[in-house]
């Protein structure tokens, strides 16, 4: 059950990493990913307790057990960090992103794209979305200016349109839905992912804690068990 616990502890994590990497531009408190570190890092501790864990109850060593136990309270302490910094952080997400967007959104170039302007590309398709608040917070940019045509760039258009240029004259062609909202919310969820991935198996390891301890209980209780396991005969 732990190596099971352990690799879809790391697998969110990577999910983390892996969309964290799509919308980082939006966001500069690098120190957000900091709980999905803890998470990936717990996942692959897990594993390795799991080991322990199994080999101690085969054997039935009562240091090995202890040993388990102690390890298995640790990593509960620490998913119960998780969890704390995930609602900090989940809590900051807004104030990052309304900090970060509009500097993002300024520096827009749609003739040499560079790794900001393709990240609001991809996140106005991806979300689909336009502008901060909508599609009419581009006027403001320096790009509309430059470019003079009246047109937002072709990642506002509607998916189901072939013919959309990203002229303002026909806004309906347009995403109406802001994205400054969207990537909120989506980091949020990203956030409550850790969350919960911790919640979940900080459980699985009291249930695991709490079947060592039946285990190591039973062996002080029974001396005959003892001496049966090491080879001892009463006198």
Known sequence: VLQAAAGILCYVGA???ITYDDYDHFFEDVYTLIPAVIIIAVGTLLFIIGLIGCCATIRESRCGLATFVIILLLVFITEVVVVVLGYIYRAKVEDEVDHSIRK?????????????????????????????????????TVWFKQTKNNSVPLSCCKAAL??????LTHPTDLYSEGCEALVVKKLQEIMMYVIWAALAFAAIQLLGMLCACVVLCRRSRDPAYELLITGGTYA
């Not at 749609?110 to 393709?118: C, F, K």
């Not at 398709?125 to 009419?136: F, T």
């Open 15 to 17: 999910y983390v990493f």
């Open 104 to 140: 993002v959104y300024n520096g827009y170039n749609g003739t040499n794209p560079d790794a900001a302007s393709r990240a609001i590309d991809y996140v106005q398709r991806q979300l689909r979305c336009c502008g901060i608040h909508n599609y009419s917070d581009w006027e403001n």
């Open 162 to 167: 072939s013919n959309c240029t990203g002229s």
